[in-house]
Each structure stands twice: as C-alpha cells, then as structure tokens.
C-alpha cells in the first residue's frame, strides 16, 4: 500500500498545534521523503553540498601516453612531461515550483491543512519529474544544470548504428558502451522501453536475467553487474540522423553508463519548502526550490549509447 503522504505532511504542518504555519524542518523532511519515494535512481546518485554559487573543481588532463612511464637502460633519464590541470565549474542554478490554496477550496468545506497538504504533495511529484529531466537533458542556456546528454560528449558517445531514424538496440553495443568507460561504471539509466528491449536481449541470447538490490531497498534489473534504472524522463522521442541525436521528432532513446564516484548531484540548498507573504484574500502561496548542479569529475567514466529505437 502506498504511503499516505497527505496525512505525513499534515501531521508536520500541525506540529506546533492548529495554527496551520509550516514547520520548515519538518515540512522539508516530508517533501524530500515523497520525491525519493518510488524513486530508486534518485536515492542511487550521490548528493553533495557546497555553500557557493557554482561547484569549482580542478579538472587533471594526463601527461602524455609516453612519457607516463618508461622502459630505461642504466644512467638514461627518462623523457619527461607533465599533466595539466583546467578549472572547471558548474553553476548551480535554482529550480523552483509555486503552489496554491485557494480561499475557494478552503471554504468548501475542508480544512486548510488538508488542501495544502494535497498541493504540496502534488508539486512534490512534479518537482521530482522536472529536476530529473534536467539530469538528462539540461542545458545551462535555458538556465538549466547541463545534464548527461551534454556533458558527455566525443569518443564517449556510442551510437547503434549508422541508420538514419536508428537501429535497434543489441547487446554488442552495450557491452561497447560499458567498455568504453574507464574504470567501474555503477550505474546504467534508460528509458522503460529500453529496459523492456535490454531485458528481451538476454533472454533471446538466453543469458540469465539478473536483478541486484540497490540503496533504497529496490530490486532493479542489472547487466553485467550494474544495475540497470529505468526512468520516465530518458525520453523515446529523438530522431537520429545517422551520426547524432537532433531533435525531439523521433523514435529513439539514450542509454547512460555512469561510475558516481566520478559523477554526483552537487547543491547549495536541498529541497526546501516556504511560505510566501500573503499578497491576496483569494489564495495562500508556497514555493518548493533547490539550487543544484551535475557535477562530472572524469569526462572519461561515463558513456552513452544513443539512435536505438525505442
């Protein structure tokens, strides 16, 4: 059975008796609990905070291949080289719903805790919606967080096929894509489509179909040991056009390879809920907001497959 959030919230609005004012803590609890309710892959990105405007890192570049290290004979010095190091940053940017209470459905018979509590909630969900989408797709330019399909970029980028509108999704680029990322890769996201499409794979291969607990409780399909998410925000809708994806116009979807200790959700401020002075004697406002950013240490330890039809 579902949880009964309305009855969470409205407990921790009535934490300080029937005044009906939001009790920050508590309310910010509640509305963080819904967001990562059912959310496996949210619980499975680390978060981290910092008190800036942006998230400043310095990114390495390794030295030449070379000059890394060298076979040498006695008293030969070695050729010498050396990494570099580029300042990174990524801007936080603030995402922000507004909700109301009209005095028309506080008058209609229910209290005002109970309207607000089914308000909060439903924002809450579309919160989790929005900032998830961003992961995948946001772009600083329409004042996004850039999201995986941007920061991923180059030798990176595998795609199904050479097809224009796509191929069909086959194990053999998978396991490219996985290969293609250094080190330990933990986590895949795709589409539910893509999942049903992976999950069909191996049974026509007729290789077990595995699934592994993650952080959360959840029990989540894996492939080759990392756990495969599946996410209504990984859209189907792209075309491809032969050598990238352009354009919501199509039929064809991402798979992302991601290693979080090299990727993570930075924030300034984590999900907050507050009370906006009233302006009107028609309706009480509320905002939910978060300033955060997809912080990507490593450009080299996350791939992405992309053109494979949906």
Not at 4 to 22: C, F, H, M, P
Not at 61 to 80: F, G, I, K, R, Y
Not at 102 to 114: C, E, L, P, V
Not at 229 to 257: E, M
């Amino acid at each position: 059975m579902d949880k009964n959030w309305q009855t969470e919230i409205k407990r921790s609005l009535d934490y300080a008796g029937t005044s009906g004012v939001l009790i920050q803590p508590e309310v910010d609890k509640i509305v963080a609990e819904i967001i990562e309710y059912k959310n496996p892959l949210r619980q499975n990105i680390p978060r981290k905070q910092r008190n800036s405007d942006s998230w400043l890192l310095n990114r390495r570049s390794a030295a030449a291949a070379n000059t890394v290290a060298q076979w040498v004979s006695d008293l030969t010095e070695p050729t010498v080289d050396r990494s570099a190091n580029a300042r990174v940053t990524f801007q936080f940017r603030t995402l922000l719903a507004r909700g109301k209470v009209t005095r028309f459905a506080q008058d209609a018979g229910r209290s005002y805790i109970d309207v607000l509590s089914e308000e909060i909630e439903a924002r809450a969900r579309a919160f989790k919606d929005m900032e998830e989408t961003a992961m995948f797709y946001g772009v600083t330019a329409n004042l996004e967080p850039d999201g995986l399909t941007t920061l991923i970029a180059g030798a990176q980028i595998i795609e199904a096929g050479g097809t224009l509108g796509g191929d069909a999704m086959t194990l053999t680029k998978v396991d490219e894509t996985i290969d293609q990322c250094a080190g330990s890769p933990d986590v895949m996201v795709t589409s539910k489509s893509g999942r049903r499409q992976l999950n069909a794979l191996l049974q026509a291969d007729q290789r077990f179909v595995n699934t592994t607990e993650v952080a959360g409780g959840f029990r989540v399909l894996s492939y080759d040991d990392i756990p495969v998410f599946a996410s209504t925000n990984v859209l189907n809708t792209f075309h491809f056009d032969g050598t990238q994806t352009v354009g919501a116009t199509g039929d064809t979807s991402h798979l992302f390879v991601v290693d979080t200790s090299e990727f993570w959700v930075g924030y300034m401020n984590d999900v907050t809920v507050s009370p906006l002075s009233k302006t009107s004697s028609q309706f009480d406002q509320f905002d939910i907001y978060s300033d955060t950013a997809y912080v990507m240490r490593s450009t080299i330890h996350h791939s992405m497959l992309v053109g494979f039809n949906a």
